[in-house]
């Protein structure tokens, strides 16, 4: 299947912090312990995808995300635990954050 280039968009820088959802762990099936905590392979995907990574304070990286075909905004981001999803504060719930990972995850891999 041919990856839906457009998709996702990005938004303004930190428009997605928020409260965190999950880690990569928790969203990619298959993943190890080791593989789910390392920055820069994901970052490196994320990086050709999107350009270059918002600063953002105690974090490795960060990118605010919309799904245009879900309506959910979130954040992609690698702090003390690793990379993980976010949601933003008083925008979807934990539920559809959640759902929007695991599909962003495929996403990447199309």
Avoid at 15 to 25: D, F, I, K, S
Avoid at 28 to 50: A, C, I, N, Y
Avoid at 56 to 80: N, Q
Wanted: charged share 30%; net charge neutral; glycine share 10%.
């Amino acid at each position: 299947m041919k990856r839906d280039i457009d998709r996702y968009e990005r938004l303004p820088k930190a428009h997605a912090e928020g409260a965190t959802v999950a880690n990569r762990l928790h969203v990619k099936p298959g993943l190890t312990g080791l593989q789910s905590v390392q920055d820069e392979p994901f970052l490196s995907t994320l990086r050709r995808t999107f350009g270059d990574p918002d600063e953002r304070l105690g974090a490795v990286f960060s990118y605010s995300l919309r799904d245009k075909r879900r309506g959910t905004e979130f954040e992609v981001y690698s702090g003390s635990s690793g990379p993980s999803y976010g949601r933003h504060t008083g925008n979807g719930s934990t539920a559809d954050v959640l759902q929007a990972a695991v599909e962003f995850e495929r996403w990447l891999e199309e």
